[in-house]
């Protein structure tokens, strides 16, 4: 069974960091792209960061160029998400995706998390 676990979500201060974690289990991993999207209340689930199965190959949307930060530890079978300098609009559901090319639209990927909460607020 594909599971697919956020953590590391909480309340922060504006301009603080938060690390996201995605642990997988239940498929290939190395050979899936991981996906982590938002949805903040009222709005879509948009694309924020994107990671290949390949070296190298990372997407991130203009929002968060330069203050988010994706990475993979295959060994074990994680992705995380480093947010600096968060923005009360950061707010939101986080969720990360798995699937065989990803992509950066949400209809990409088969399957998802159930989501880590991020606040950013004084």
């Known amino acids: 069974e594909v599971q697919l676990v956020e953590s590391g979500g909480g309340l922060v201060q504006p301009g603080g960091s938060l690390r996201l974690s995605c642990a997988a289990s239940?498929?290939?991993?190395?050979?899936?792209?991981i996906g982590w999207f938002r949805q903040a209340p009222g709005k879509e689930r948009e694309g924020v960061a994107v990671?290949?199965?390949?070296?190298?190959?990372?997407w991130y949307s203009n929002s968060v160029k330069d203050r988010f930060t994706i990475l993979r530890e295959n060994a074990k079978d994680t992705v995380y998400l480093q947010m600096n300098s968060l923005k009360p609009e950061d707010t939101a559901v986080y969720y990360c995706?798995?699937?065989?090319?990803?992509?950066?639209?949400?209809?990409?990927?088969?399957?998802w998390g159930r989501g880590t909460q991020v606040t950013v607020s004084s």
């Open positions: 995706a798995a699937d065989r090319f990803g992509g950066s639209q949400k209809g990409q990927y088969n399957y």
């Open positions: 239940g498929f290939n991993f190395r050979d899936y792209a």
């Open positions: 990671i290949g199965s390949s070296a190298g190959s990372e």
